[in-house]
Structures are given as C-alpha cells and as structure tokens.
C-alpha cells in the first residue's frame, strides 16, 4: 500500500501564506504524477495544481500565479506554497499520487487532507 501524508494547513488572514507538505511512502516501484485537490463541504474536490516526476507543473485558473507547486523525488515529497490567500482558498487541501507499486500494480492514493481558514 502506499500512504499519503500532508501537514502544513493552518489559519491565517487574507493575504497571508502557507505551505503544504505532502510525504509519499508504502510500496512505491515508481511514483508519476502528484497533485493538490482542494474541496469545500458540500462542493466536489477541485483540482488545484499537478507535478510530474520531471518537475513540470499545471495550475487551475484560480491558482495560477498565487500557488507554487514543487517535488523532493529525494523524499517523495511534495509541497504547495501558497501565497496571497484570500477566504475563498478556504477548503480542506488533499494530496493525490499516481504510481506503480513494489507488486508492479497501479496505484492512485490520497492523503487524509489538511484543513486551510482564510479569514477576511
């Protein structure tokens, strides 16, 4: 199996930043493309941002220029920095990883979610 971790949500004001943490770990042969999902109670999860293992990053509209998404393939990790937060970025973050296990089947995980408060 293989188990997501993120850590880094948090509470701040408009304006502020955060950074996100996502740690990859289990059965990983190959880890490919990693993500960020936002989802708001009562809405669908959202996708925020991608990463592949070389390092290319896409970003939704509503993220571009505000949120960076980076990779330690070091540390099968991945990170989203989050700038210029306004209230509407309130939601609970997931991280999302496609790969291959240690058993060569697929694996499409996600983490337990970390919860972001943009305050007015």
């Known amino acids: 199996q293989v188990h997501l971790v993120e850590s880094g949500g948090g509470s701040v004001q408009a304006g502020g930043s955060l950074r996100l943490s996502c740690v990859a770990s289990?059965?990983?042969?190959?880890?490919?493309?990693m993500a960020w999902y936002r989802q708001v109670p009562g809405k669908q999860r959202e996708l925020a941002a991608t990463?592949?293992?070389?390092?290319?990053?896409r970003y939704e509209d509503f993220v571009s220029g505000r949120f960076t998404i980076s990779r330690d393939n070091a540390k099968n990790t991945i990170y989203l920095q989050m700038n210029s937060l306004k209230p509407e970025d309130t939601a609970v973050y997931y991280c999302n990883a496609k790969g291959i296990e240690t058993t060569w089947r697929p694996f499409d995980s996600w983490g337990q979610g970390t919860q972001v408060t943009v305050s007015s």
């Open positions: 990463i592949t293992s070389g390092g290319s990053a």
């Open positions: 289990g059965s990983i042969e190959t880890l490919n493309i």
